[in-house]
């Protein structure tokens, strides 16, 4: 794979579901299922694979420490991993520029990105600023798989 086309292919596949995979401060590695999809990164645009974690996660005390991360969906058979360095977005980790609306539209985009919807978006924010949620944003330095 040469880009996140076939990765994001995936997504429908099984709802987004991911393994995402960190380094825990031992250096071994911490997998967690996540659901996962691709969006356009808020300031530069480009495509990068996204997921969402509670602001208690584990996975994102490791990210803080050592912000790189692999992704991988699967449907059936077929599978795709993207693994890169890390940006993080969220109330305790803000980007210069992005305010508190701007998270909740990107929280939202990431979301339906991983194949969510929501009945009730106005719940949904309020949920997510409780769990004080941050976006993780993957920009892609190695792509493998098999999608075809």
């Known amino acids: 794979m040469t880009d996140l086309t076939d990765f994001s292919r995936l997504v429908d596949g099984d709802h987004g579901l991911a393994v995402a995979s960190t380094f825990r401060p031992d250096g071994t590695i911490r997998s967690s ?3 996962a999809g691709v969006l356009e990164h808020p300031v530069s645009g480009r ?7 509670r602001g208690d996660a584990r996975k994102l005390t490791d990210l803080r420490a050592r912000p790189y991360a692999s992704v991988v969906l699967r449907a059936g058979w077929r599978w795709a991993s993207a693994d890169g360095p890390v940006e993080l977005v969220g109330p305790d980790d803000p980007i210069p520029g992005f305010d508190a609306e ?3 539209i990107l929280l939202r985009f990431a979301f339906a990105a991983a194949g969510g919807t929501h009945d009730d978006w ?6 997510m600023a409780e769990e004080r949620r941050t976006v993780v944003l993957v920009t892609p330095d190695r792509l493998a798989g098999n999608p075809s």
């Open 102 to 104: 701007d998270l909740r």
């Open 47 to 53: 495509p990068v694979v996204s997921f969402v974690v």
């Open 33 to 35: 299922v996540v659901n």
């Open 122 to 127: 106005p719940t949904y924010d309020r949920v």
